[in-house]
């Protein structure tokens, strides 16, 4: 598997410590997208990007920050102000958000877990 | 407000025997619908897309924009399509896609 990398695969933190999340692509894609994923909630998505130095806020962007200073590159930062952090999470990318028939291609995520 | 069900959590059927994964949306307008998939310690991937009409590992799904479904089925369900399978519909104005819930194929030898 190539295209899109998650680091770490597994993440531990200390209640009340901000943590950033490593997501690159190397498919030239434009837009890029971090989603959440909770048993029984499916994916809800926490922040996305179109285009270099532009974002938007998705469903649960509370607790969350992001930048993208680089067309390869989203990271996500879990602030110690997000209620319940722990969760898989899984970045994506695509040639655009607004593009018709816009496939999304998924990292291997990470899985991250407040002590 | 825009949403997608897929009713099942868990779907259990044996092998062989016929399978149909829910997909209902409430979005008006023609939005464009896909299937992902997530099998075992494996990425998340796209399945198929309603826009290109085909068939993927043997799965199909019709759009009914009457009952405003978009189900999953496949004639004669094999152990390796035992997955997380997640709807996913646009948004109006072509935002980026909402998933469903998920729904868990398990399949039975």
């Known amino acids: 598997d190539g295209g899109i990398t998650q680091s770490p695969k597994y993440l531990f933190r200390k209640e009340g410590q901000n943590v950033t999340l490593s997501c690159e692509q190397n498919?030239?894609?434009?837009?890029m997208y971090w989603y959440r994923q909770d048993p029984g909630q499916g994916l809800r998505l926490i922040y996305y990007s179109q285009i270099v130095n532009d974002f938007q806020k998705g469903d649960i962007a509370e607790g969350y920050s992001v930048s993208r200073e680089k067309k390869e590159s989203f990271p996500l930062t879990v602030t110690s102000a997000q209620k319940n952090p722990t969760a898989f999470y899984l970045c994506?990318?695509?040639?655009?958000?607004?593009?018709?028939?816009?496939?999304?291609?998924f990292g291997p995520g990470t899985r991250l877990t407040v002590l | 407000a825009q949403r997608v069900t897929q009713p099942e959590k868990l779907l259990s059927v044996f092998k062989g025997a016929p399978v149909e994964l829910k997909c209902n949306y409430s979005?008006?307008?023609?939005?464009?619908l896909f299937w992902y998939v997530q099998y075992s310690r494996q990425r998340l991937q796209l399945l198929l897309r309603h826009i290109s009409r085909e068939s993927i590992k043997g799965f199909t799904a019709d759009l009914n924009k009457g009952e405003t479904s978009f189900h999953l089925k496949k004639p004669f369900a094999q152990e390796e399509d035992s997955a997380m399978y997640y709807c996913a519909p646009t948004r109006q104005g072509n935002t980026p896609l909402v998933f469903g819930k998920g729904t868990r194929l398990s399949v039975i030898a």
């Open positions: 994506a990318s695509s040639l655009g958000a607004y593009l018709p028939y816009n496939e999304q291609f």
């Open positions: 979005y008006s307008g023609s939005p464009e």
């Open positions: 498919l030239n894609h434009d837009a």
